[in-house]
C-alpha cells in the first residue's frame, strides 16, 4: 500500500515540476533542459524501484501533451519511453545495492537513455516526419549540439541523482525490511 501512494504521489509531483520547467517552453529550447526530466526520472527509480520512473515518465507524458497538443502523441510517447528505458537500464545495471545507489552506473543509465530517446525524437521529428513538426527547425549545428547535451545532461543527472539518494532520501526512503 506505501508504495503505491508513493508511486502515485510521486508521479504527480514529479510530473508536475518537468511540466513546469519543460511544458510552456518552445522546442528545440526545452531539449536543453532535459536535466531535469532526468533528475527527476533517476530519483523516481531510486525512491520507488522498478516501475517508478516509468509511471513518472507516463505522467510527465500525459501532462506535456495537454499543453503542446500539437506534438500529440509523441510527447507522450518519448516522455513514456523515456521512463521505461531508465527502468529497463537501471534495473539491469543494478544501480542500486543494499539501498545505496552506484554513481557512475547511474550515470551511465541516464546517459543512455538520455541519448536513445534523444536520437529517437530528433529522428522522428527532424528526419521521418519533417512537415508535421515545423516548430523545429533543422540545423545540424543545433541538432548535433542538442543531442551531445542530452548525453552529458543524462550523466549529470545521474550524479545528482545518486548524491541525492546517498546523502538524503535514502535514509528517509530506503525499507530494510
Known sequence: MATSTRRIALGALFGVLILVINGFIPAPTSDFLIVFQSLF???SYLVVGRGGASYVGVVSGLLITSVKVSF???DLVF??????LVDVLATALRVQEDGRARPVRLMVCMMISTGVVGLAAFYVSV????????AVPHD???DLTILVFGVVSGA???AIG??????N????FYNRY
Not at 127 to 134: E, N, Q, R
Open 162 to 167: 545518486a548524491r541525492l539518494w546517498n546523502r
Open 140 to 142: 545540424p549545428i543545433t
Open 169 to 172: 532520501l535514502m535514509a528517509r
Open 127 to 134: 528526419i521521418a516526419f519533417p512537415s508535421a513538426f515545423t
Open 41 to 43: 526520472l533517476a530519483l
Open 72 to 74: 500529440f502523441p509523441v
Open 79 to 84: 516522455a513514456s519511453m523515456f521512463g521505461v
Open 156 to 158: 549529470v543527472a545521474g
